[in-house]
Structure formats: C-alpha cells, structure tokens
C-alpha cells in the first residue's frame, strides 16, 4: 500500500500496515522489516518503509498517569500533543517543548528529538523525558533511562525510530498559569536587524522565532517578522482555544496555483498587515504555536507532487554570512512558499548520538516539488550548508545524500551499534548502504 509523509514525497509502497495497541505483545516475526509511524508529520521518508512492515501507533494513545505536584506524565507513545494538552492545560500544565504542529505523537517527538521556539531556554524534547520502554523486533523489552539501559536511552532520543519501537514514554511537563501567551511581533527590514534583535530577545524571552520573507530582493531582501512570547499570568479556561483543522482544502491544488506571484503578493500582504513596527498582545496559545493546524491538509495547496522542506542549521560562527547566501540563492531561484522561519538555538546540548539541535542558526521552508530543478536547488543549498560546517534535519529531509548524512552526525558509528536489525526506514536505506 502507497503511505506518504506530510511532504507527500518521495511516495512509498509498504507490504502492511500492522496497528500496535495495548495489550502488547511481540511485534510479527514473519515480517522483513519494521519502521513505526506515528502521526506522519515528518516531511521526508523517516516514516515509510517501502517493501517493509509500518507499525502505526495510533491506537497507542492513552494517558497512563499524571502526578499533579511533580508534572510528570506518563503516556503511550502513540498519543499526540494535542491529546496531551487537552488534559494538561486544564490543570496548569503545558509541554515543555513543541513543535509548530500539535500533531504529532510521544513517539516521534522522541524519535526526532524535536526542538521549538524555546530551543535557546529549554533545548529539545528529548531534554524532558525521563524515561520510556523500548520493544525490540527480539521481544525484548528494555526500560531505558539516563541510569538504566543508558546507551539505548541516548540512540533512541534522535533515532530516526531505528532503534525499536517505543512504548510509553514519562515526560516533565512545565506549571503555568492559564493558556495565554503574551506576545511581541516585531517587523525587521534586513537580516542585520534579525540578528540583532533575536539576540536581544533570547536573553528575556523564552520564545522566540522570526518569519521570513524568501521571495523579496532588492532594497526589502531578509525583511520579516520576529515574533517573541512568554506564558502570561492571566488565568482563563481553555475554552478559547480556535478549532483546529476548521478550515480544510478539500483536494490538491493544482501546480500552478503556487507560484512566485502568489507567493509575493501573500508575502507582501501578511508583511504589510502589521502596519507599526511592533505590536504587543496577549493571544491563546494555540494561534501562538500552531497557526498551520488551524487548515487541515494545508500539504494540498504543494499539489499531488508534494513538496520539500529544507531545514538547516549552521553555527553561529560565519552563520549570518552562510545565511545570507543561502537567501540569496531561494531569492533568485524565486521558488520558495510562504512558510519560511528563522531561529537561533542555544549552546544546551542535544542527549541523543543523532539529535539535529546544536547551536546555531536554523532556517526552515517550503519548496513545491518540480523535480530536477527543485533538487538542483537543494543541491545548491546543501554545499553552502556543508561548506560551512552545517547540517540537515532529517525529520524534513528528502534528499540528502550519504555523505552529507554522515557529515550531519559524527557519533552516527556509534549510534549504528544500538540500531534494531528488523528497523529501517526509506530514509536509512537512502543514507546509508543497507
Ligand atoms: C506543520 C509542521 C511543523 C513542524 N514543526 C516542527 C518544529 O518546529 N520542530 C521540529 O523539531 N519538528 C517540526 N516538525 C516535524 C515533526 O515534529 C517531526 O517530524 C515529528 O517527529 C513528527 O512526529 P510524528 O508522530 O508525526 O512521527 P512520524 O512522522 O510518523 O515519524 C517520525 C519518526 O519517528 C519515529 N517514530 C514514531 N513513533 C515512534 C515510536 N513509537 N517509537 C519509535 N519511533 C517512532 C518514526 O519511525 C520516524 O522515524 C513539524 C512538522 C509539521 C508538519
């Protein structure tokens, strides 16, 4: 059966699809091979295993339990952030790192050890978990923490879910008062500005990130919008919340309708919506961290191509330099979408052998999917990032090749010693010679 990720490329053909809920037993022993999925969200081919077994983790999705004075969460992995603040917000409880997206799972959130707007405070996801039971394709079961199984508590936190399947997951989740976000957007005209008040803001906010605008040139090059926050003391229920996914596109786009003009006017209008240079206000979280949820299957408007993310990350060192090049390279190749976002992480190291987090600057964005010239591009993009010292993210990655892959992550050697022989992924036989 075709399974795609959220890019929608490359599509992949699995044998099955085997669902694992509770109660747990082994996992199939008569199958090739194994790659769980969990809410499919990540771009690439991280989650598909072509001519292999996926393990869906939807029906893992249950709280397990919740100590109130301490915020420690015990969960299926297969359960998604949304479910998990549903219950928590309530009670004065928030995650501790999130994604742009509250959909996705425990499981992949560990997997990719995935980072936020609060990287330069809180690090990444995997900084949060305590511990988790790992299924291996043998039966065994290994409860792995930073004591116990530690080797494969730190392969797991960032890896790429080859390592097995988890099961349950405890997560420390962060007290606050009440659902809202007091907020700062704050309109910047160069890259230069970017840096300098992103630096500004990283010393007071614990959120922050930038907008972009990838398709302007000339006099308005590197211009966007940093956004800061902070959880406000003003209580409320969580009632506020808008519906996510009430808007829907119903079918694919087709492929035209995406195009340097509509881009550019969208970008010029949301850039010119704010018309004094900052704006403070207090919104619910949810418009805070998860605008895109709010449009279910937003992926369609790249049309039934798909599209590409590319995230990088290069260090602070030479990085406004590496930056700049590269958005000189989207600008003129005129290709990219709306959804460009500018960030700069912290120095706290990442736990996992294969975490992406590391200091630096990460910029992260759409490209519709056209083929060789979208993959020229990449290619182009990949030797600045390379050339500099930087790395890729897998989680959105489509087509990093071997050797980039191993200069991304220098314990990769090591990791492969932890690796489940029955796990793989598209993406693992892509970048690696298995
Ligand atoms: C709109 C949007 C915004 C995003 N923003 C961010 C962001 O700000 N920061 C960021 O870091 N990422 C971001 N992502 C990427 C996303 O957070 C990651 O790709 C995440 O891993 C997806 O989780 P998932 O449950 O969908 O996992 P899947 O995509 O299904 O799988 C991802 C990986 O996790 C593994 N996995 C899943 N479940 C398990 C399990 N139970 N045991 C072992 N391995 C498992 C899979 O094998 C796979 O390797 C974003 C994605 C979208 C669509």
Known sequence: MTLESWGRYPKSTSTDIVHFSWPFSELPKDRKSFISHGQGRSYGDACLNNSGTVLSTKLLNRLISFNSETGLLRCEAGISLSDILKFSVPLGWFLPVTPGTKFVSIGGAIANDIHGKNHHVSGNFGHHVEQFELLRSDGQRLICSPKKNSEY??????????????????????KISGPFIKMDSIKFSSLKEFFEISRASDKDSEYTVAWLDCVASGDQFGRGIFMKGDHSDRKGRDKDAYKSGFLT???????????????????????NKQQTKSVTKTVHYDPFFYPLDSVSNWNRIYGKDGFLQFQCIVPKVDGEEAINLILKEIVSAQSASFLAVLKEFGDKESLGLMSFPREGITLCLDFAFRGEETLKLFRKLHDIVFDNGGAIYPAKDACMTENEFRSCFPKLQEFTKYVDPKFCSDLWRRVTDK
């Open 153 to 174: 508590f730190y392969a797991t936190i960032g890896g790429l879910g080859l390592t097995g399947l988890i099961i349950w997951a405890d997560v420390r989740l962060k």
């Open 249 to 271: 596109v119903p079918f694919d786009f087709p492929n035209w309708a995406l195009n340097s003009t509509s881009v550019k006017a969208f970008n010029t209008l949301y850039y």
